[in-house]
Structures are given as C-alpha cells and as structure tokens.
C-alpha cells in the first residue's frame, strides 16, 4: 500500500512541476515591450503601486510610464514630466511613435482617460520636437484619430493630427491624406523616413 502511495505522489509532484507557473513578470520590462496602451496604463500603476523608479536609460518603459502620469500631474508637473521625455531625444521617438501607431481608437475618454491622453500627449511632444521620423504615423493616423476634446482656433475646429503634422512639417493639407502622403514622397528619401532630401 506504500509503494501506492509513493507512486501517486510522485506522480503527482510530476504533473505539478510539469503545469506552467504565473510568476508575475517584471512589470517595468513588460511596459518597454508591449504596444498595447491599455497595457501602458495598467502597467504604469502597477510600477506606482511598487514604488519602481524606472531610470532613463530604459527609454521606452521611461516614456510610457511618464506618458500615463501625463494624465493626472498638474500643468507644473505636466512640463517638467514633457523637458524629461524630449531631454531623451530621439531615444523617445520610437514609444512617441508607437504611441500614435497603436492608439485606442475610440479613444476611451470616459473608461480611461490615462489612455485616451497618451496619443494626445505624445503628439504635443512631437510636434514641440519638430519629430521628422513620425510624420507617416501621423498621416496614417489623420483618419482613424476620434477624440471627445475639441480645439478651436479663431472659431473654426483644428484636428489635432494636422496641427501636429503642421508644427513638424510647415505644411497643411488639412485631413487629405493622399495630399500629405504624396507631399512625403515627394519630399523624403526613399527609405530614410524623416531625412529630407
């Protein structure tokens, strides 16, 4: 009856080391890897939660942590979180980027503001660092851009894509898409996205 048992538990101890564990992954790792913003938010609480400081040499958790806390600092706060992002230069592009790339679309204003801004945030950036490498994110996302937030300038609506595309570029199409694609072509090496000819 002994050897029975001994056999079952070994089996068992067999079966239990075979199931996949869940050790939660390092929450600071996972951010600088993942494009999804829902995930950049529940992430970036998660490293508040533990009281995590992520260094600016890990340049994409840096910028997508502080992109989330955009959304609840005060104006004060609001620049200082801004000069410490386009301090990193061109190391923040590609999360300033990936930012518009993967936007939620509809932007969820009233279930998460945190990541409806992250796309509104990261454009005011950059715009303000004249960001040559994300102008085709940009007019890829002229159409699909949805939020609540309505600016106007002397009466008339600006869509913020444009104003964004404009402060980088000096140029204005308006929503016509295939009016700044074929400027972009026209005017950027191929294969050196950002580098004017």
């Known amino acids: 009856m002994k050897s029975l048992k001994s056999i079952l538990l070994t089996l068992a101890l067999v079966i239990i080391a075979g199931l996949p564990t869940h050790a939660t992954a390092d929450p600071v790792t996972t951010l600088a890897s993942t494009n999804n913003v829902y995930e950049w938010a529940r992430l970036s609480r998660e490293i508040l939660r533990q009281g995590i400081t992520i260094p600016t040499n890990n340049a994409a958790a840096f910028v997508r942590h502080q992109l989330v806390q955009l959304s609840r600092a005060s104006s004060q706060q609001k620049e200082i979180i801004k000069s410490q992002i386009r301090a990193l230069g061109t190391n923040a592009t590609p999360s300033l980027i990936t930012a518009i790339s993967y936007a939620a679309v509809p932007a969820p204003i009233f ?47 600006q869509h913020q894509v444009v104003r964004c595309l404009f402060a980088i570029t000096g140029q204005n199409f308006g929503k016509d898409k295939a009016r700044w694609k074929q400027w972009y072509a026209e005017n950027h090496s191929f294969g050196k996205t950002g580098s004017a000819r």
């Open 111 to 157: 279930s998460d503001s945190a990541v409806a801004n992250i796309t509104i945030f990261s454009m005011d950036i950059l715009a303000e660092m004249k960001c040559q490498e994300a102008v085709p994110a940009l007019i890829d996302f002229i159409d699909q851009f949805q939020t609540d937030v309505v600016i106007t300038k002397n009466g008339k609506e």
